[in-house]
């Protein structure tokens, strides 16, 4: 079935420090989606992909999704506390019919102070 | 702005027994789909709805059923409880585009247990 492979499953990083997690899928995706959650919380949406090659910003956070449109990352630059939680990106592809999100296992941070 | 609402936000039943859980998407939202995330897991697609139709099927147990209502709210109905099933179940809506990328909004989720 289609996967979404996503790497490291925990990063810890000291405060200021750089972040990045990477996904994978086995076949091409139709869009990817990134999302943060928090301990006890739920999936919050940070942003979409959907071009080949796009690359996005969000203050200190940049996404890229690959030209093959199989593979994506998030980068986070100087990390603070705030930024804790799990990373997921999750894959949509593409078929009729195709709506539930394919999630990666997600990337826990942990931020030392 | 309004987000999906969820209830109950936290269920305890017992082995066997059946459990209702409800989400009512954003408003104009016509798309609601559920996801299941276990303990530690990343959340499964269950299933989903558009116009009240099931749209797309994932791993949705046989002893799940769901539907969509006029209104566009959902209703998950689980029977034959098993402790396995225990999880937070998210909703999550979306409005439906011609080319097909709508973004997902999460609900906060309902919390079950079974015992």
């Known amino acids: 079935g289609q996967q979404v492979m996503q790497i490291p499953q925990y990063q810890h990083v000291q405060e200021g420090e750089d972040f990045t997690t990477y996904c994978n899928s086995s076949?091409?995706?139709?869009?990817i989606q990134w999302y943060k959650q928090r301990p006890g919380g739920h999936p919050v949406f940070l942003i979409q992909?959907?071009?080949?090659?796009e690359v996005k910003k969000q203050k200190r956070l940049t996404f890229q999704f690959g030209e093959a449109k199989k593979n994506s990352s998030l980068h986070i630059t100087a990390t603070q506390t705030t930024d804790v939680g799990t990373y997921f990106c999750?894959?949509?592809?593409?078929?009729?019919?195709?709506?539930?999100?394919?999630f990666g296992k997600g990337t826990h941070l942990i931020i030392q102070p | 702005a309004a987000g999906v609402i969820q209830s109950p936000r936290h269920l305890i039943k017992e082995k066997r027994e059946t459990a209702t859980l409800k989400c009512y998407p954003i408003?104009?939202?016509?798309?609601v789909y559920w996801y299941q995330q276990g303990p530690g897991q990343d959340p499964q697609f269950l299933i989903s709805?558009?116009?009240?139709?099931?749209?797309d099927k994932g791993s949705i147990p046989d002893r799940f059923s769901a539907q969509q209502f006029s209104d566009y709210h959902s209703e998950l109905n689980m029977s034959s409880l098993e402790l396995g099933d225990s999880a937070l179940y998210f909703c999550?809506?979306?409005?439906?585009?011609?080319?097909?990328?709508?973004?997902?909004?999460f609900g906060p989720g309902t919390r079950l247990l079974v015992l």
């Open positions: 076949t091409t995706l139709s869009n």
């Open positions: 408003p104009r939202h016509d798309t």
């Open positions: 992909l959907v071009k080949s090659g």
């Open positions: 709805f558009y116009e009240k139709m099931q749209s």
């Open positions: 999550a809506s979306s409005r439906r585009t011609s080319w097909g990328l709508e973004t997902q909004y």
């Open positions: 999750a894959g949509r592809y593409s078929g009729g019919g195709a709506d539930g999100l394919t």
